[in-house]
């Protein structure tokens, strides 16, 4: 079945830096690629997904980008603010005898410092 | 606004109890996952329903089973609780499976002592 390996754990970041968090995945027919934010206290809420038919995609200070052949993902934060602190989720589909199925990886917890 | 609502934010249960965790959507959408949220080990997902009476193994299902009656509810149970089910869990709905935005409730805190 699919793996999704995230990195890093955790990230540190001074306000108006750049965050990067990366993922990997390991099924060649994943095609969805989807971004959760999870706020203390709440579920997780979609900020940005990426087909496999594009490279790159942006939404105001967020950015995805897709490189099918190395089987990698990632989120771009720029201007990071104090609310972009939370814990981050990657995720990717994978077909399964019973359906399509979201795997996701295992969170990065983002703090934006000021 | 999509709802995806859980019954319970904070449930706490002995061991051997047949526990039951509910979770309703508005949405009137086809998919309801249930997940399990632990430190260091991301959303791992337990069963899904794809329809009204349908369900599917995910990728933890050892000691739980789910119910869809209804199209709205979808509903979690515990059938002899341990203290290794301790942890949050998390409903979603979504339009069409895994390649669709997933709607997530607001999570259940289960506690088994």
């Known amino acids: 079945g699919e793996n999704v390996e995230q990195h890093p754990s955790t990230l540190s970041v001074q306000e108006g830096d750049s965050a990067v968090i990366k993922c990997t995945y390991s099924d060649s027919a994943s095609n969805y690629f989807p971004w959760y934010k999870q706020e203390l206290g709440k579920g997780p809420q979609l900020i940005i997904d990426i087909r496999s038919n594009v490279g790159e995609k942006k939404d105001q200070r967020i950015a995805v980008t897709l490189n099918k052949t190395a089987k990698h993902f990632s989120l771009h934060i720029t201007e990071t603010q104090p609310e972009d602190s939370a814990v981050y989720f990657c995720?990717?589909?994978?077909?399964?005898?019973?359906?399509?199925?979201?795997?996701f990886g295992t969170g990065t917890q983002l703090k934006v410092e000021l | 606004d999509v709802k995806v609502t859980q019954s319970s934010r904070y449930l706490v249960k002995r061991t051997g109890e047949k526990v039951f965790l509910e979770c309703v959507q508005d949405m009137d959408h086809e998919n309801m996952f249930w997940y399990r949220q632990d430190p260091g080990l991301g959303l791992r997902l337990i069963y899904f329903?794809?329809?009204?009476?349908?369900?599917e193994k995910g990728d933890i299902p050892e000691g739980y089973s789910v119910s869809r009656e209804k199209k709205e509810r979808f509903s979690l149970i515990l059938e002899s609780a341990s203290t290794n089910q301790t942890s949050m869990y998390l409903c979603?709905?979504?339009?069409?499976?895994?390649?669709?935005?997933?709607?997530f409730g607001q999570g259940t805190r289960l506690t088994v002592v």
């Open positions: 979603a709905s979504s339009l069409m499976q895994g390649n669709t935005e997933a709607f």
């Open positions: 329903s794809y329809d009204v009476k349908m369900k």
């Open positions: 995720a990717a589909n994978t077909l399964t005898g019973g359906g399509n199925k979201l795997t």
